[in-house]
């Protein structure tokens, strides 16, 4: 199983930016892909949750009417739209994969949010 994030980079406060994470290696139907984010030193937290199913949850208070979760079931990808970008949120964003109740993580993208 292969998770791999793309899309980070630096921006100025109130810009956007796009994430993508793509899974592959797996066959099962059933699963859900997360994007957690960490800045060094703290603990690594959960940004927002797609499930296969259609279900998107899991917003982070701070992130809410900004972040947007999506998802190509096809495609086996999840993604992450960020708007309105703020220092705040500069960080390593990593994408989380779970199927059958294992995890499976991305390297992380770092996303930099500064003038």
């Known amino acids: 199983v292969k998770v791999v994030e793309s899309g980070g980079g630096w921006v100025q406060p109130g810009g956007s930016l796009r994430l993508s994470c793509e899974a592959s290696?797996?066959?099962?139907?059933?699963?859900?892909m997360s994007w957690y984010r960490q800045v060094s030193g703290k603990e690594r937290e959960l940004v927002a949750t797609?499930?296969?199913?259609?279900?998107?949850?899991d917003y982070l208070d701070s992130v809410k009417g900004r972040f947007t979760i999506s998802r190509d079931l096809y495609k086996k990808m999840v993604y992450l739209q960020m708007n309105s970008l703020k220092p705040e949120d500069t960080a390593v964003y990593f994408c989380?994969?779970?199927?059958?109740?294992?995890?499976?993580w991305g390297q992380g993208t770092q996303v930099t949010v500064s003038s």
């Open positions: 989380k994969l779970r199927v059958l109740n294992n995890d499976y």
């Open positions: 290696g797996f066959t099962f139907a059933n699963y859900a």
């Open positions: 797609a499930t296969s199913s259609g279900v998107f949850r």
